[in-house]
């Protein structure tokens, strides 16, 4: 193995210091580092065993041994495009410093992120994103894992704060262009989010109590997906969870139709995509839509505004309400004919 400080020879000192605190922990692997570069807030590794990725692990212990059982069950299916996490020499899963932070090592691809303005590229997502949830079909017993929101509870959550923004706003004073543009699309915004919630808590799938026979990736977005010579690999199963493949298929499927005005045929077609390898039931149907129907680009840009300084609000933030609101008329007609092709009955 390569001496530590010669991997971090002509790195910034400032920058060396911390990097010097995360490669010493390779030291607890069975492995041999060749060299080491800065990724995104990770240390990338060159080793013996092909490139790995060092990081910080943010979430509970608990959460690492889900993660790498649902990891183990997917490629003993015989889907391998997903990463894998390595044991350190004691056999753990996660390694802590001297701080007591947990860190991470896992295997890595290398490659570029999935190009969202490329549809052909995109398809193949969805295409492997359901080859993927075939993979994860629970089969026995799993770790037991804190179980995050269902769509229900977070849509309740989002509700909640879309009220306390919208008291905040109304007793404060003297106003930006922002606030003052936000406040005359606010109360549109605002009853759409109750009705949605509203009619989710009437529908099928909030009536339903069976546990989900799948396992998510829970961030399936361009970030974690890389694409090779040998396909599209997928990374970062930290939010991995047992729900609906609509979790993933929405998330996926919102970012890529905000950036295209909620083009039908593109929005369409990535559902057919996913279609090809894996079959939605009823009430996964029932989720997407209304998962699409809730105003979640406008909460975001709320919850971004409200917490965070207000003494000086980007003009990015009146680029994207103003975005948000001009599309609702396609929008609303891209789910429109979603309820008549999938048969979702209105409330």
Not at 111 to 132: F, H, K, P, Q
Not at 335 to 342: H, T, V
């Amino acid at each position: 193995m390569i001496p530590l400080m010669k991997l971090l020879q002509g790195k910034d000192m400032g920058v060396a210091i911390v990097n010097d605190r995360c490669v010493s922990l390779l030291e607890n692997y069975d492995i041999e580092v060749h060299s080491t570069r800065k990724g995104r807030s990770a240390i990338l590794c060159e080793t013996n065993c092909g490139t790995m990725i060092l990081k910080e692990y943010a979430a509970r212990r608990e959460k690492s041994v889900f993660q790498d059982a649902v990891l183990n069950m997917i490629c003993e299916c015989g889907f391998s495009q997903v990463e894998t996490i390595v044991k350190n020499k004691e056999q753990e899963l996660l390694t802590t410093d001297q701080d007591g932070i947990s860190y991470i090592l896992k295997t890595y691809y290398d490659g570029r992120e999935c190009n969202v303005r490329d549809s052909r590229e995109c398809m193949l997502a969805m295409e492997t994103l359901a080859l993927l949830h075939r993979s994860s079909r629970v089969r026995g017993e799993l770790p037991a894992v804190t179980v995050p929101y269902t769509v229900s509870q977070e849509f309740d959550k989002h509700n909640k704060e879309l009220r306390r923004v919208r008291k905040f706003l109304k007793e404060k004073g003297q106003k930006t262009d922002f606030e003052i543009y936000l406040m005359q699309c606010y109360d549109y915004f605002w009853e759409l989010a109750q009705r949605v919630a509203g009619e989710l808590e009437k529908s099928n799938i909030a009536k339903a109590l069976n546990t989900p026979a799948i396992v998510c990736h829970g961030d399936f977005q361009h970030h974690n997906l890389i694409v090779t010579s040998t396909g599209i690999h997928i990374i970062n199963f930290e939010k991995c969870t047992q729900d609906s493949p609509a979790r993933d298929i929405y998330l996926f499927m919102r970012k890529l139709l905000e950036k295209n005005d909620w083009n039908q045929e593109a929005g369409f077609a990535l559902i057919s995509a996913y279609e090809k390898n894996n079959e939605l039931c009823r009430e996964d149907y029932e989720q997407l839509y209304y998962r699409l129907s809730y105003p979640e680009k406008f909460w975001k840009i709320v919850n971004f505004y409200y917490n965070s300084g207000k003494a000086w609000i980007p003009g990015k933030n009146l680029e994207k309400l103003i975005k948000v609101n001009e599309q609702e008329v396609l929008k609303k007609e891209f789910l429109l004919n979603f309820r008549e092709k999938y048969g979702i009955l209105s409330l």
